[in-house]
Structure formats: C-alpha cells, structure tokens
C-alpha cells in the first residue's frame, strides 16, 4: 500500500465515523442559505446596455496592432469607471448603486450592467450608465480638440505678427527668405488647424454608440437558492472533514491522557474500555449479555494480556482497584472475571468493597445477611457465600450485601480474610478481587499486598494528581502495579468487532436479563455437609433443577 492509498485510507476512515458531524454541518449551511435567500436577501434583476467603439475615419487608412486595441479599450473601461461618469449615477440612483462595466473578450465593446429589486429601474439605469459615459467621454475628447485648435490658432496668430514687421516687400535678400518660411509655416498651421475642426466633427457624429439599450429582466439573477445551495453544501463538506479531522487530532492529543501515561510510565497499558451509553450494571454485565459488543471485545483484550502475564499459574490473586469511585474498577473486575471463566478457567469473583458493595446488585444476587463480612467474621462458612452462575459454572461470585462503615479496614486486612483469599486460590484458577478505591479507604492496600497481580483502573476524568496519589500508596507497601485498564476512551468503530456486536446485541435483548445462581456442587473442602441440618447434595441438585427449568 502506498501513501496515496494510505491517505484515501484515512479518509474513508474519517468519513465513516464522523459522517453524521458531516451531515450536520452540511445541513446547517445549507439550510442557513436557503433560508437567507428566501426570507432575508431582495431578489435582485440585472440589465446591460451594450456600447460599440469604432475607428475615425481619419484613421482608416492605416491598420493598428491588436495591442494598441487592448490598450485602447483599457482606456476606455478607465473613462467608463472614472469618477466625473460614476458620480453622475450616484446622485441619480443613490450613494452605491449597483453598476459594473467590463469589456467583450475578442470586441471593442463595452457591457454596462445595472442591478436593481425593480427591473424597470435596472434597465434604466444600466442605459443612463451607458449614455452617461458617452457624454463624459464626447466632452473630454471635444475639450482636447478645442485645446490644439486653440494651440494652433495662437501660433498662427504668432506667425502673422513676425510677417507684419517684415511687410510687403522686404528689401534684403534675408528678409524675403524669412517671409517666405513664415508663409510656408502659416500654411502648415492652417491646414492643421482644418484637420483638428474635421477630426472634431467626426466625434461629434461618434465613433462610439450604444447598440443595444437594456431591456426590464424577466427572472431575478440574485439570489440563486439553487447555486447557493450547491456551494453551501460543498463548503459545509469542506468544513465537515476539516471538524472532524481536528477533532480526531485533539482527541489523539489529549493532555489529560498524556500526563497520565506519563505518570504510569515503565507500567504497561493492558486494555481500553470503549466510551458507550450505558448504565454500570450494563456494562458491568456487557461479556455476559453482549459477548460482541465493543466492549466486550475490549475486555477480552485485557483478559489476553493477563492471561499472558499470569503463564497459566493456578490460584492467580488479581486485585482490581482505582484512584476514586466512578472510574468503572467494578466493570474492569466483573468483565475480566467473566471473561476468563468463558475461557474455560474456573474464576471467583470476590466483592470486596464491603463500604459500597455495588458489584453484588449488578449481578442481581440477593443474599441478606449471608456474605463476604458474614464468613470473614466466622458467622457463616464459605461455601453459603459462594454463589456459581448456572448459564456460566466456570464463574463463581462472593457477594457483599451489607454496607460496613466502621472496621471495614480490620476485616479486610484480617488473617480470616487471608485464609479466604488463600482458600479460593487452592479451588480456583483466578481469584478476581473488585476492592474500594484507594484514594477513599485503605481497604485495598491490604488487599494489594496479597495480590499476585494488581490491575487499576482509570476512568475519563481522573485526575493526573489523583492517579499520581494512588501510585505513591501502593507503592508505599510495596506494590507496583502490573496493568493498567483506561475506561470510557472515545475512538471510532473498529469494522468487524462494532459490526457484529450490534447484529449479537439486537439478538440478545430478546434474553431475560435476569442472572440465576446456585451454590457450587462441590467446593474443595467446603463440599456440602453431612450434618442433618445442614444442606445436603440433594439440595443442591433440586435447586439446580429448579433453576434450569426457571431458566427454560
């Protein structure tokens, strides 16, 4: 592919995710004009008066050059739009009426044009143009006859008085020799003096002379919608690509971005959540009920990367966190943890944000009291916690139902919580830890410490000094964070993963939203007990049941 192809690639590119800006310029524009040339401008009728240049006769004889007829014509388009010619139609038609005269390509012809809302006016005017020109140009080209013939008279006059001193008859040789040349002189001037009366004669009967008076126009020339039109539409294309374009530069260069990467420097980008309309619990539910969505396909780019970080080691601990709420950490953690349970990896999704337990509502598990803080306070055991989604048994969620204010910092940096942590990795691929943001609690901190991986998460409008502060805590225990997830980054369609996203979303929303869980069959060493009043195997499997033929 060479550059030329290269260019026309960008711009396909540009085109397709920002024709509807396009689209909106180009309307605007369009309909900006046509609404000024159908309510606002004065429809305006144009007229010309056509003048045509002959030569004298006096000048018949010999044949000028083609230039010195250009030349002749640029003089005479001068006296046309000369001052003493325009202010003649100014005092007539008002301060700038609308005239204008140009030259016949290829004819000694002058086209005086004229412009008015009234075409009566125009025609009239176009024609007082041109007549008023002849005037100017009649009395200047008189004038100048009139000035030699004054020149020649005053000479002649001249020669008349040397011949009287010198008399009749002179006596000396030399007197008579001077008499003579003044006679011959006073002849010359005399013959001129016939040639300036003729030449003004001729230009009294005009070597220049209106051929065609203008006549009232039948159609207004302005405005023209449909013209205008066709301009609006080409500029609005113009400036359409040209927004769209800056814009796709601005957001390439967006300094917020910018001062974040830096600040996170040496620590690799792992994944981009596109920016889509959607609430937390659609997003967080996105690889489950859009498995080809942008966003899903997104994620599935994280779960390759932290697969590939991980080396397929069993019991991997990945604790996803942010600098503040809203920066989507339970979105990065719920997807990631459906994700790789999709791949065949048995994951546990630990809801960890015991102050603000927003995961366990997403996925719609209603668990009173029996949760996370329950079994770290050994009110109950693990596996009444533990609940496995049946369309998806890989994937196993611990849920946090009751909102801990006070002593949440103890429970979650307790040895039971670690003993819970060291228990899901014997039983689980993954371990996926969705914590409380650090800039908030030190809740995740523990947490980050036990970690095998950590993953934050960065929303749109974080701030760089609130990244710079959740880098300095963690690694204030040591901690350097393995990946970081950017969410809701604006960019276009990326062709086949957005195409086939919205044939898979149109057919999933047809799906019952809600999810149905069971406690796992068999959990390691929190298998069901055997103790009468406990649950028993049996139980499980009729709530199994139960729920399939919910499901059905």
């Not at 044949?63 to 001068?78: C, P, Y």
Request: charged share 25%; with cysteine; hydrophobic share 40%.
């Amino acid at each position: 592919m060479d550059a030329r192809d290269t260019d026309l690639h960008a711009l396909a590119q540009i085109l397709r995710e920002g024709w509807l800006a396009i689209a909106a310029v180009v309307a605007v524009l369009v309909g900006s004009v046509l609404a000024i040339d159908l309510v606002v401008r004065t429809p305006l009728y144009r007229s010309e008066s056509v003048v045509l240049f002959s030569k004298p006769v006096a000048d018949g004889f010999g044949v000028g050059s083609e230039s010195d007829a250009d030349r002749s014509m640029r003089n005479e388009l001068e006296v046309a739009e000369s001052r003493p010619v325009v202010s003649v139609i100014e005092d007539l038609y008002g301060d700038e009426p609308r005239i204008s005269v140009k030259i016949e390509t290829g004819r000694d012809v002058l086209r005086f044009a004229a412009s008015d809302p009234d075409p009566d006016v125009a025609a009239e005017m176009a024609d007082t143009y041109a007549t008023t020109f002849l005037e100017v140009r009649e009395t200047a080209i008189l004038d100048e006859f009139l000035d030699a013939a004054q020149a020649v008279q005053n000479r002649i006059d001249e020669v008349d008085a040397a011949l009287a001193l010198l008399g009749e008859n002179p006596s000396s040789a030399a007197d008579r020799s001077q008499r003579d040349l003044l006679l011959t002189q006073r002849s010359l001037l005399v013959q001129r003096l016939g040639d300036v009366a003729l030449n003004s004669e001729l230009v009294s009967s005009g070597s220049a002379r209106i051929v065609s008076l203008a006549e009232p126009g039948e159609n207004p020339v302005s405005p023209s919608p449909l013209r205008d039109s066709l301009v609006a539409a080409v500029g609005g294309l113009v400036l359409g690509v040209g927004f769209v374009y800056l814009r796709r530069i601005l957001r390439g260069t967006d300094p917020r971005r910018q001062s974040i990467d830096r600040i996170f420097e040496g620590i690799p980008t792992l994944g981009e959540a596109p920016l889509v309309r959607a609430n937390a619990q659609e997003l967080a539910l996105a690889s489950l009920q859009r498995p080809q969505s942008r966003t899903a396909e997104a994620f599935r780019t994280l779960r390759t990367a932290v697969q590939f970080l991980s080396s397929g080691d069993h019991g991997q601990i990945i604790l996803v966190t942010s600098a503040r709420p809203g920066d989507g950490k339970t979105t990065v953690a719920a997807n990631l943890a459906t994700l790789l349970a999709e791949n065949g990896r048995r994951t546990v999704l630990i809801d960890a944000d015991i102050r603000n337990p927003t995961l366990t509502g997403q996925f719609g598990i209603a668990t009173e009291n029996l949760d996370l803080t329950a079994a770290i306070q050994g009110e109950c055991d693990l596996r009444e916690v533990t609940w496995e989604l049946i369309d998806l048994p890989e994937l196993t969620v611990v849920p946090s139902a009751r909102r801990v204010n006070g002593g949440s910092a103890e429970l979650i940096s307790s040895d039971s919580f670690s003993l819970i942590l060291q228990d899901l990795a014997t039983e689980y691929d993954y371990v996926v830890v969705d914590s409380s943001p650090l800039l908030a609690v030190a809740d995740g901190l523990s947490i980050a410490k036990q970690a095998d991986r950590v993953l934050v998460a960065v929303g749109r409008t974080t701030e760089p000094e609130e990244a710079a502060r959740m880098l300095r805590l963690l690694k204030s225990v040591d901690v350097v964070p393995d990946g970081v997830v950017h969410n809701g980054v604006r960019r276009s369609d990326d062709g086949y993963g957005a195409y086939y996203g919205e044939l898979r979303s149109q057919r999933i929303r047809s799906k019952p939203s809600g999810l149905h869980f069971r406690r796992p069959l068999t959990m390691g060493r929190f298998t069901p007990s055997d103790d009468p009043e406990g649950p028993t195997e049996d139980d499980f499997l009729a709530e199994w049941e139960q729920a399939e033929t919910a499901r059905r």
